[in-house]
């Protein structure tokens, strides 16, 4: 049974940081994409950023480029996401997810975890 748990989620205020972290279990992740989503109150889920596991290869979204950092750890099967000069507009339910391969669309990930509430005020 495949399960994704993130953890790290919080209140911050406005450029501050934050590291998420996903753990995943149940198979082995080591061919697979992993993402990072997010959905504020009203809003659409949007692509955060993703890695391909085996190489290395990472994607951001143009809002995100620059100041947020996705890692993996293969020994954990863990799957991170740091996050600094944080904004307002980055408050947001952030989601975790497996899928074959990196990409961008929430549609080609297989597995999602729960999710963790990240706030910043202003």
């Known amino acids: 049974q495949v399960q994704l748990v993130e953890s790290g989620g919080g209140l911050v205020q406005a450029g501050g940081s934050l590291r998420l972290s996903c753990a995943a279990s149940?198979?082995?992740?080591?061919?697979?994409?992993m993402g990072w989503f997010r959905q504020a109150p009203g809003k659409e889920r949007e692509f955060v950023a993703a890695?391909?596991?085996?190489?290395?290869?990472?994607d951001y979204a143009d809002s995100v480029k620059g100041r947020f950092t996705i890692s993996g750890d293969n020994a954990k099967n863990t799957v991170y996401l740091q996050m600094n000069s944080l904004k307002p507009e980055d408050t947001a339910v952030y989601y975790c997810?497996?899928?074959?391969?990196?990409?961008?669309?929430?549609?080609?990930?297989?597995?999602w975890g729960r999710g963790t509430q990240v706030t910043v005020s202003s």
């Open positions: 997810a497996a899928g074959l391969a990196l990409s961008r669309y929430a549609a080609l990930y297989n597995y």
């Open positions: 149940g198979r082995t992740f080591s061919n697979y994409g």
């Open positions: 890695i391909n596991w085996s190489g290395g290869s990472t």
